[in-house]
């Protein structure tokens, strides 16, 4: 037995089946020493608990050691596998099946990858750990198909960590009819950090830029304040404009503020992947 598979008895049955399906879907398997279907269906359930690492417990049960307990759960034959969610059955099969269905009916109730990376997160984030649940809730996002809910712990955590253009990005995808308080919310955080972020420092270079576009000294300058106030994409844009036109633009300083905001951002930050191709596609 390991900490994914576990012989119920009366003793423990409470503990075993009832509490643990608060928390996680138990896999309840009746077998008996006679049973030579038993026998087939029992090493596939055990290897089947162990790839799934703890997503399920597997019970098993000795029907003709446990009858009372197989009475109560109205178990008429061997083998027979229920699946018990929050102290109830909701599911099961008596017999043996093939692996295929018995993996489609696990995952009914099994939690989806990107429900188990936003768990993970969620857990950083009540720890301190923001920057850590960044890739997480990116991932969960993505392989979601862009779940609103998970947009908004996204977008928060995005403005948490001052990635304001990820979050208003994320927050510009969310559909008119998930537009809660929540949502509302997170658009005001969003525009009071733009606000903060247009510096009077910024706003000079910007009117400087406008009337002469060409002026790399202004671009690099604004760029530079871009980067101070966390407009990350906005800065490696104009650096990677004054490189197009001088990648040794005052003597590599512009190459080394590019680089230093790509990995400021972090492995597997959407913008700064984005601009690490744009440059190799540059130099290459």
Not at 60 to 67: I, L, M
Not at 68 to 80: D, E, F, K, W, Y
Not at 249 to 261: P, T, V, W
Request: hydrophobic share 45%; glycine share 4%; with cysteine.
């Amino acid at each position: 037995m390991n900490e994914f598979i576990v012989d119920v008895t009366a003793e423990n049955a409470q503990q075993n089946l009832i509490e643990e399906s608060m928390k996680r879907p138990v896999v309840v398997d009746f077998w008996a020493d006679w049973c030579e279907p038993c026998k087939q269906l029992m090493p596939l359930l055990e290897k089947l608990a162990n790839e799934y690492a703890g997503q399920f417990l597997l019970a098993k049960v000795n029907a003709d050691t446990e009858q009372m307990l197989a009475g109560q759960l109205g178990v008429r034959s061997l083998p027979t596998v229920m699946i018990l969610k929050d102290g109830q059955p909701v599911d099961g099969f008596a017999g043996v099946q093939p692996e295929t269905q018995i993996r489609e009916m696990l995952d009914k109730y099994l939690p989806k990858p990107w429900d188990i990376k936003l768990q993970q997160a969620q857990a950083l984030i009540a720890e301190d750990k923001a920057a850590e649940a960044l890739p997480l809730l990116r991932q969960a996002y993505t392989e979601s198909s862009e779940r609103t809910d998970i947009a908004k712990q996204l977008a928060a955590t995005s403005l948490d960590q001052n990635r304001v253009q990820e979050a208003e990005t994320v927050l510009g995808k969310i559909l008119l009819a998930d537009q809660d308080a929540e949502y509302q919310q997170l658009m005001a955080q969003l525009d009071l950090k733009q606000q903060a972020a247009e510096t009077p420092e910024i706003q000079a270079l910007q009117q400087a830029l406008e009337k002469k576009p060409q002026d790399s000294d202004s671009a690099y300058q604004l760029a530079l304040q871009y980067s101070q106030a966390s407009r990350h994409e906005e800065a490696l844009q104009l650096l990677l404009d004054i490189l197009r036109k001088d990648m040794n633009f005052a003597g590599g300083a512009a190459k080394q503020a590019f680089l230093d905001i790509v990995k400021s951002l972090g492995a597997g930050d959407p913008i700064a992947t984005q601009y690490q191709r744009k440059l190799m596609t540059m130099l290459f």
